[in-house]
């Protein structure tokens, strides 16, 4: 398994969840990992990305209240979310640029 993608469940409106995405090590030290989100009848959207560097890039709906990160030394990156909304349900996928890897999804639910 190239991505495993782990950490989703079922939690109500503000609280938080951490998402965590274990990469084969001859992909996380060369790639560019990003986290998605497919909600039900909607399209994928980048959620947050995260370079080689550790430099972080936010889709402006969860700016100030999700966090990527990288640890180099377990090869996995998470997302840590915060101040959760019913509007963040939806299956969560990572994605590494190099060689074009996907994660099985991980479903969040976030009740109101």
């Known amino acids: 398994v190239q991505l495993q993608a782990s950490g989703g469940g079922l939690v109500r409106a503000g609280y938080s969840l951490r998402l965590s995405c274990a990469a084969h090590v001859s992909i996380f030290s060369r790639s560019v990992i990003a986290w998605y989100r497919q909600a039900p009848g909607k399209e994928r959207e980048l959620v947050a990305t995260?370079?080689?560097?550790?430099?972080?890039d936010y889709a402006d709906s969860v700016k100030g209240r999700f966090t990527i990160s990288r640890d180099n030394t377990k090869n996995t990156v998470y997302l840590q979310m915060n101040s959760l909304k019913p509007e963040d349900t939806a299956v969560y996928y990572c994605f590494a640029r190099w060689g074009s890897y996907w994660g099985q999804g991980t479903q969040v639910t976030v009740s109101s």
């Open positions: 995260i370079s080689t560097g550790s430099n972080t």
